[in-house]
């Protein structure tokens, strides 16, 4: 909620709200956005509160400020429960930390006026803008950075900004700081957190009949992640949908707070710079700062993906691939990196042109118009590295310079521990997304017609990474944090490549096992599996009433070949010693459908190639464009509830299972921000 | 009031849905000409299995561009680009078109993708093998879109070059042979006179 007050030299109110009525309201003096976001200022009631943090986490403070027209800001204060943020701090006299100095900034529209001012006095949001398109011409975004405060409890913040007519704009928000209860007990040294990404109750279940199948309905065996002694339900809506994307899906787990879609470690603002938005401190830079724990992230994505760039990066541009490598490598010492392993090289190689369209010869895709700058502000409050526009920049030899192991495939990341284990460790092993467990399985037994295609031949699978990542960070005495994704079960169920998903899960839960043992010998160690999301509305809906070879005579038997109820019977598959299953190609196989759709031709059969993943730098041209032309003039054609062509992420609550010192924590319906306050109660105060 | 202002936010969307291919490029909003599969002429168009090069020309695959597996330091030339410098070769793949618009260059792309515009700040879809392909003379018309595979024959050049219009920076370029540049020619002067003709009201 946001007034203006004319008291004193300015008009009187009442003339002000006639001027207001006549100037319409796009022209009446407000703050128009007030930040950390609160239902105080969005709809004037006090709860839920949006924003909450744990006793010392940093975030920051941003007001936009519609001004009246003509008018300009000239002085600001935020005010928290009635005391100035910005109070400097003296000593005998001496002036040691001027917060209104350092820490703050001022930004209007400074682009050309005639781009970006329209007709109407609004921005226009242009190339070349400094704001975004809709705001009064005069907008003034006011930033404190880098704020914290350790009280526990709902506090009040109040932002004021004065024009140059003496008039004062305010508006009220709030915001919570989560107590930790000290001396509870033991704490949690060890931090993992496996995030497979889309995966939602029917993934886990497909994963669990395929690798250990089921008699007479009794599963006869568990997953690891279904050893796990507590479960509970995540709500996992972002700040401005009730289904996310990755980002906010991942981060809200380690910040506590709500993300916008798209973004990582910030939330919305006005500015059109993807990097300047206002932060908040993640897990991983917390538990670094307070106990120096290393952050390690492992993924079969590319490095620079929502999920890995959700633990450590602050933009709210999830595809701003350089920029994002660049601050995974510029901010290690503020969160504590020590192992980045996943795909994504193409990031990492100079590019001293700037241009991708091609790349250069060696494929950097680096440009300068997604990499990052950040202000004084920014660099004074956070502690952070400025950044620079270098597509030019050797990161691969930069990160071996500051003391990084390099493997660039499954052979270089058994070579890197020839000498010992290192202490840190990058490992880049495809040039984007890494190739899927059903790929790289079907290389390893010999057929590598898929990963040759791509140039991968040798890249290591997800439970030999992590038990690399494992080894590396445990050589830490202060602990770590580790996110461990399955990224491609949410790429595959998007695709709705059923065999391909089934066995993403199948390659997390052998990922799952390794954390598992190694949290059996370091009990000090908390191991949480769970999703960003659920992708697809997958459901199993039965099996195959016919055989594989049936199946094949005729692929397009659809609905006439689905075996429901007791028709579905139990889906036999065979395991073979590499822990995966010798053919998704049985008789009777199990069925999936999907509730978020869009239109596929279903043959029911395994592809022989991937659906096509157009950031690969050889995407095989067998790989079928999307699931809207695959198997096209061969299969059953299912008409679609979504629009686009791919499968999209669902609302639907998602499981979480806990493991280790604290698990006891996580039972129950919890939305996904808990998950950080319980994680903090843990690592920090303890787990009873 | 309220179904003006309706109709004012939706107009510009209402005006973007009507034009055929319509991209926002450097702010600015530009068109690409659509040819249709059947006006794609024999010189260009793959249809069914291809026959042998002719004499003195080389067959050269997009998957033989790079030695393969990937280096840990990303990709390299193969010997057999280098060996193809300033000779003559075959290619097929899918015309990319510039933006801005171009009359005398293009990409050839082993994927059918557009470039991203300006402002899109996601990853480029166009693969690091697609090669800058130069007509000798330019043809007088934005080169359109051309469905499905095209084949182009002309002498290939090994070696980063940057484009003086666009700034975009190539490491293999292909300037093609006479017949297949007088194709192009007249596909693109086709496409532009078609696309100046309004669309038929449905």
């Not at chain 1, 529209?109 to 609004?122: K, L, Q, V």
């Not at chain 2, 991209?23 to 794609?40: K, L, M, N, Q, Y």
Request: hydrophobic fraction near 40%; glycine fraction near 10%; charged fraction near 20%.
């Amino acid at each position: 909620m946001s007034f203006v007050s004319r008291s004193g030299r300015g008009l009187p109110l009442l003339t002000a709200a006639v001027l207001g009525l006549l100037a319409g309201d796009a022209f009446a003096a407000r703050i128009s956005r007030l930040t950390p976001p609160s239902e105080l200022f969005a709809s004037g009631e006090e709860s839920p509160v949006i924003a909450r943090f744990l006793p010392g986490q940093r975030f920051d403070l941003q007001m936009t400020i519609e001004p009246d027209p003509g008018r300009t800001i000239v002085s600001f204060d935020f005010i928290v429960d009635d005391q100035s943020t910005l109070r400097p701090f003296w000593v005998d006299g001496e002036l040691i930390h001027d917060p209104r100095a350092t820490l703050t900034s001022t930004i209007t529209e400074t682009g050309p006026a005639a781009t970006c001012i329209a007709a109407s006095g609004r921005t226009t949001g242009a190339s070349g803008c400094t704001l975004v398109a809709g705001l009064a011409g005069n907008a003034t975004v006011i930033s404190r950075r880098a704020y914290s405060n350790s009280r526990a409890g709902v506090h009040t913040l109040r932002a004021i900004a004065r024009q140059d007519d003496g008039t004062t704009i305010t508006a009220t928000g709030n915001f919570e700081i989560v107590g930790i209860d000290a001396e509870s007990g033991q704490v949690a040294k060890n931090i993992v957190i496996f995030l497979g990404d889309g995966m939602g109750a029917a993934h886990r279940t497909a994963a669990r009949i395929v690798s250990r199948g089921y008699a007479q309905g009794k599963a006869k065996g568990l997953l690891a992640m279904d050893t796990f002694p507590n479960t509970g339900m995540v709500m996992t809506a972002s700040l401005n949908s009730i289904v996310t994307d990755s980002a906010p899906g991942m981060q809200n787990y380690v910040t506590g707070n709500k993300a916008n879609n798209n973004e990582e470690g910030v939330w919305p603002d006005d500015t059109r710079d993807a990097f300047d938005n206002p932060r908040y401190e993640y897990l991983s830079e917390y538990l670094h700062n307070l106990q120096g724990k290393s952050l390690g992230v492992v993924t079969t994505a590319d490095v620079f993906d929502a999920t890995p760039a959700s633990m450590a990066i602050h933009t709210s541009a999830r595809g701003n691939g350089t920029g994002i490598v660049d601050q995974f490598f510029d901010d290690r010492d503020q969160s504590g990196l020590a192992v980045l392993l996943g795909g994504g090289r193409k990031w990492f190689l100079p590019n001293p042109s700037d241009s991708t369209s091609p790349q250069p010869v060696n494929g950097s895709q680096r440009r300068k118009s997604n990499d990052y700058v950040l202000g004084d502000d920014i660099v004074n409050g956070w502690g952070v590295a400025r950044g620079a526009l270098d597509p030019e920049r050797d990161l691969i030899a930069e990160f071996r310079d500051a003391g990084f192991r390099y493997a660039a495939d499954k052979s270089g990341l058994d070579a890197a521990f020839n000498a010992g284990t290192p202490d840190k460790l990058l490992g880049l092993f495809s040039y984007s997304n890494m190739n899927v467990a059903y790929d790289k399985i079907a290389g390893r037994r010999g057929d590598t017609a898929v990963v040759d295609a791509f140039g991968f031949p040798d890249q290591p699978m997800l439970d030999e990474m992590t038990d690399a990542a494992l080894k590396v960070l445990s050589k830490n005495p202060n602990g770590f944090v580790a996110l461990i994704e399955g990224a491609s079960i949410d790429k595959q169920a998007h695709l709705m490549d059923t065999d391909r998903w089934t066995l993403e899960v199948i390659e997390l839960d052998r990922a799952i096992a390794v954390a598992k043992r190694f949290a059996e010998r370091n009990p000090d160690t908390l191991v949480l599996v769970t999703a960003d999301h659920e992708c697809s509305g997958a459901a199993i809906i039965g099996a195959a009433t016919v055989s594989a070879a049936t199946l094949e005579a005729d692929p397009d038997a659809g609905k006439g070949v689905v075996g429901i109820y007791e028709a579905a019977r139990f889906p036999k598959y065979t395991m073979a010693e590499d822990g995966y299953p010798e053919t998704t190609h049985v008789d009777g196989k199990m069925l999936i459908g999907y509730g978020a759709n869009a239109d596929r031709y279903e043959t029911w059969l395994p592809s022989r190639f991937p659906t096509r993943d157009t950031q690969q730098p050889f995407p095989p041209s067998q790989s079928p464009a999307n699931p809207s032309v695959r198997n096209e003039g061969a299969g059953y054609l299912v008409t679609g509830q979504v629009p686009g062509d791919q499968a999209a992420h669902t609302a639907t609550d998602i499981p979480l299972s806990a493991y280790g010192r604290g698990a006891h924590h996580f039972n129950g319906v919890f939305d996904n921000t808990d998950v950080f306050f319980k994680i903090g109660q843990i690592a920090v105060g303890g787990a009873d | 009031m309220p179904a003006l202002s309706l109709l004012r936010r939706l107009l510009p969307g209402l005006i973007l849905a009507a034009l055929p291919v319509f991209v926002h490029a450097h702010g600015e909003a530009v068109s690409i000409p659509s040819v249709a599969a059947r006006d794609v002429p024999r010189a260009l168009a793959v249809r069914g299995e291809l026959g042998a090069p002719p004499r003195g020309v080389v067959e050269l695959k997009f998957g033989e561009l790079f030695r393969m597996p990937v280096g840990p330091l990303g990709l390299e030339p193969s010997d057999k680009l280098a060996a193809l410098d300033g000779r003559r070769v075959r290619m097929v793949g899918y015309v990319v078109p510039l933006y801005p618009p171009a009359e005398d260059r293009f990409l050839l792309s082993p994927l059918a993708v557009d470039i991203g515009h300006e402002d899109e700040s996601l990853a480029d879809n166009i693969p690091p093998s697609a090669v800058m392909v130069r007509l000798p003379e330019s043809a007088g018309a934005t080169i359109p879109r051309i469905p499905g595979l095209v084949q182009l024959t002309g002498t290939l050049s090994v070696g980063s070059r940057e484009d003086a219009a666009s700034g975009r920076v190539s490491s293999v370029q292909l300037t093609l042979d006479a017949p297949v540049t007088r194709a192009l020619r007249r596909l693109s002067r086709e496409a532009a006179r078609s696309a100046q003709t309004p669309p038929h009201r449905h």
